[in-house]
């Protein structure tokens, strides 16, 4: 028996289910009827590389070690083509691997016959097992990535689902993976609801088709598991926080140049919705807010008085953090030693759950499914989880930014304009599709049932 995870990489659920609806993905859509379809959560940052480590390994990215496609490593545990900066882009995308946790395995860890291919994480997979990773193939994804030519990557998609549908008929793995980023690159140039979107999806549908039907005529079992790691919403101001920081009279380092321009703040901007900014940079230590404030907290006030800034997020330490929004005021938010959720707004409610609070005006002692459940419907879903697993990260930023909608925080040295943008903690960021050609024996909720699925399906 073969599991498969197809990652249609930046897939809204709503531009998924309007596409089966209208007949467009007549495989999918049997999917759907056959087995189960629902939106689930995504993480916090909403961004490819880090959202894919709950399908793989079944946690946070934060917790995994990979706050951002972007961030810097104070501790200067590696020393990459960046420096301290980390960008998972390009010709860095690999190193990912290298910065995992060892504490959790991932899935091709765990799997006997594992195969994938357009994968960012790949620990676990053999040299032969990981397709696309060769050589040979380096020098045409790095033409095609630096040029922006995103028909030349569904050229490069078709071609590297042709060889993996090949394999997976051959060889039978036990755990096959295969991430189609056109969705996404032709959502960041042209928007959700371009036709162009319309057909990266149907490559999804057509990658899903093939197995199921090759499988069928050599009568194999094979489940189907068709997800996104994240949504997409249109954007149409730029702000160059980096500039932003700058103008203040610091010294900053951001990619693409990260090892001159001063030792004051790292902006690491991902999605390009969020955003990890790192001060003090010569002191190698993790330092939490309340000791930053006294030299930080205008750079703070500055950041939230920004059109471009819905939410900044303070971590007081590994349990607590302050989330603040120049329109909603703020809280605190934090986790007992039980392992209890607590929300107390402070001079307002900046994430908009006044409908949970009920008459104390705060939650008190909310398990993480019952935190789950009075923020799905809210602007942020998920978002007491998803603050503190990504704001409690030893190698999160001192001040981390979510994007205000209609605003994204990096313009320059994008090889795609972007008219479309993700990262954010915002809903149409966070709620991902999630298909199955089988009936889960619980509805899934977050991207990390993806992990557990595969897991039940191919154990």
């Given amino acids: 028996m073969t599991a498969v995870i197809l990652v249609a990489d930046g897939a809204r659920p709503d531009t998924l289910a309007g596409a089966m609806d209208a007949g467009h993905l007549p495989t999918l859509a049997a999917m759907r009827d056959a087995g189960s379809a629902t939106a689930v959560t995504s993480v916090f940052p909403s961004v490819t590389g880090p959202a894919y480590v709950p399908f793989l390994m079944g946690i946070h990215p934060g917790a995994a070690g990979v706050p951002g496609i972007r961030w810097w490593d104070r501790a200067g545990t590696h020393a990459y083509a960046h420096g301290n900066a980390r960008s998972y882009v390009g010709f860095e995308a690999l190193r990912q691997d290298d910065d995992l946790t060892r504490e959790h395995k991932t899935l091709f860890e765990l799997a006997e016959r594992p195969l994938a291919a357009m994968t960012p994480i790949g620990r676990g997979l053999g040299p032969r097992a990981r397709i696309g990773a060769e050589l040979t193939m380096a020098p045409r994804l790095a033409w095609t990535h630096f040029r922006g030519d995103v028909s030349a990557w569904l050229r490069l998609e078709r071609t590297l689902a042709d060889r993996f549908i090949a394999r997976v008929a051959a060889e039978e793995p036990d755990l096959a993976f295969f991430a189609h980023p056109c969705v996404d690159k032709f959502s960041h140039q042209l928007g959700h609801e371009a036709p162009a979107v319309l057909e990266a999806l149907r490559v999804v549908d057509e990658t899903a088709a093939r197995l199921r039907d090759d499988a069928a005529r050599r009568g194999r079992r094979l489940d189907l598991i068709v997800v996104s790691d994240h949504g997409h919403s249109p ?85 607590a953090c302050e989330v603040r929004s120049g329109a909603r005021g703020s809280a605190m938010l934090s986790r007992d030693a039980r392992g209890l959720l607590h929300y107390h707004p402070g001079s307002g409610d900046p994430l908009g759950l006044a409908a949970a ?13 019952d935190a789950y459940d009075a923020t799905r419907e809210t602007d942020h879903p998920d978002s007491l989880v998803q603050v503190l697993a990504l704001a409690g990260s030893a190698r999160a930023g001192d001040l981390i930014v979510s994007a205000a909608p209609g605003w994204d925080l990096r313009e ?48």
Avoid: C, K, Q
Avoid at 287 to 304: D, G, H, V
Avoid at 357 to 369: C, N, P, W, Y
């Fill in 357 to 369: 609070l009920g008459a104390s005006g705060a939650l008190e002692g909310f398990t993480d499914r």
């Fill in 412 to 459: 320059r040295w994008e090889p795609i304009p972007h008219v479309s943008t993700h990262g954010s903690l915002r809903r149409e960021h966070m709620l991902v599709p999630l298909l199955t050609s089988f009936t889960p024996a619980e509805n899934p909720r977050t991207t990390a049932d993806v992990f557990r699925l595969s897991r039940s399906r191919s154990a």
């Fill in 235 to 319: 954007v149409s101001e730029h702000d160059e926080l980096v500039d932003a920081v700058r103008e203040l009279g610091h010294g900053v380092l951001a990619h693409p140049w990260t090892f001159a321009g001063g030792t004051d703040v790292a902006v690491m901007v991902g999605g390009n919705a969020m955003a990890h900014l790192y001060v003090d940079l010569d002191d190698r230590r993790r330092r939490w807010w309340p000791r930053l404030a006294a030299r930080w907290e205008p750079l703070a006030e500055a950041m939230l008085a920004r059109a471009s800034v819905e939410l900044l997020l303070l971590p007081h330490g590994p349990h």
